[in-house]
């Protein structure tokens, strides 16, 4: 790593100089609208910018925005083939038939006449299975809110309150299977609480992304697998949870960027020890990505201590130390983004060790329909004991969306 970072800052160095002060470009000819490399979506490289589902999603998307219509509705079709992991061949996975989830997305809002706040709205991000198995065993139900909260934007940031996505390490890996970190509920993980974020603009190629958070309750909802992490323990509940995100960038140029993400976490967990006692999590996190044109390539590290679950899958026991790591890289082709993720995890007191291997690409085949492919690798291993193929097949899927 060490040696890669001043080769990255080289070449964001040399993007620099090359466009500062530089005379405007000649202007050539017009790209083919049609042509691969320069089209968003599949349709538009086959049939060119104007076809007519592009288009007519389009005009779809525009007459929402003209009737003040914020209102999205969509699935995750997923098809599963196995290789030589647990898992069967199928429509989804046992205990996951059926469609991995709808989703329905309503974002209305408002511009108050005047005053100190510059706008208001309402985010709701309600989802649903069309089987009898939930997407996760904890869950109560079927269908659940990810996310719902009341937003104001003032001249001091955004302030959300409500159930809350928590802003905890990189964002995501562009996958759709997701990574250790997301099974361990570190990633795209709601909560109910108050977030105030803010992004602050340092100098013309400097900026600062902050979110600072504070979560009163969990809501029963998590990425994490069944003995992941504390909403899956019956009668436990993490509480008083503080999270800050800072998240410096640097843009070299118009092509070249560096963003630094520095993460902490620190929170209650009542009823979470094996006895049934109270304990406290702390985690810090750190994360780099860097872009260049349409290159992308990231890294991640985090650690938490505390006792997040009695019955770790990864251990077996209440390990009370968790490291993770996340590296990976994308580029994209023009409706294409071929893409690479590794992520492994690290349990202690007791010990175990996970592993997790996604390559994929991610293809635009039209303005609102994408298609994901992947071929995902996850073995864990508990101290002292057989191997464990959690995970060994492919995976298509189909996100769709009006």
Known sequence: MRAVLPCLLCLCILAYDRNAGAAPPETGPPEDAGSFESSGTLSGALFGSTNAWDSAFGDWDAWKA???????????????????????????IPGLEGTY????????????????????????????????????????????????????????????????????????????????????????????????????????????????QYFVAQDGVSSALASGNPESVPGARARN??????VPRWNFSDSCSLALGLSM??????????QGGDDTQTAVGSDLTFTYGQLAVFGEALRSYGIVNPQ???????????????????????PVLFRVAWSAGFDEHPAGRQYMWVPGVTVGITKNLDLYAEYVRWDVIPSGAHRLIFEDGAQVVLNWHI
Not at 143 to 169: H, N, S, V
Not at 241 to 246: D, M, S
Not at 265 to 273: K, M, N, R, V
Request: net charge neutral; charged share 20%; no cysteine.
């Open 265 to 274: 976490l620190a929170g209650e967990i009542h009823g979470i020890t094996p």
């Open 241 to 246: 949870t503080g999270v800050i995100r800072l």
């Open 312 to 334: 770790r899958y990864v251990s077996g026991g209440p390990s009370d130390r968790i490291s993770e790591l996340l590296f990976g890289g994308s580029y994209r082709y023009g």
């Open 101 to 212: 989830f709808y989703y329905v997305q309503l974002d209305p809002r408002f511009t108050p006449a005047a005053g100190a706040v510059r706008g208001a709205g309402v985010h709701v991000d309600f989802r649903f299975r069309d089987s009898a198995d939930p997407l996760r065993p904890f869950y109560d139900n079927t269908y659940w809110f990810y996310q719902l909260y009341g937003w104001i934007d003032t001249g001091y940031g955004r302030i959300k309150a409500g159930q809350i996505w928590k802003r905890f390490g990189l964002d995501w890996d562009g996958s759709w299977w997701g990574d250790v970190q997301f099974f361990d509920g570190f990633k795209f993980n709601p909560d109910y609480g108050i977030s105030w974020e803010q992004q602050w603009e340092i100098s013309k190629r400097a900026q600062l992304d902050s979110f600072v």
């Open 66 to 92: 003209a009737h003040g219509l914020h209102l999205t509705i969509g699935a995750f079709n997923w098809f599963h083939v196995n290789n030589s992991g647990p898992n069967a061949t199928g429509y989804g």
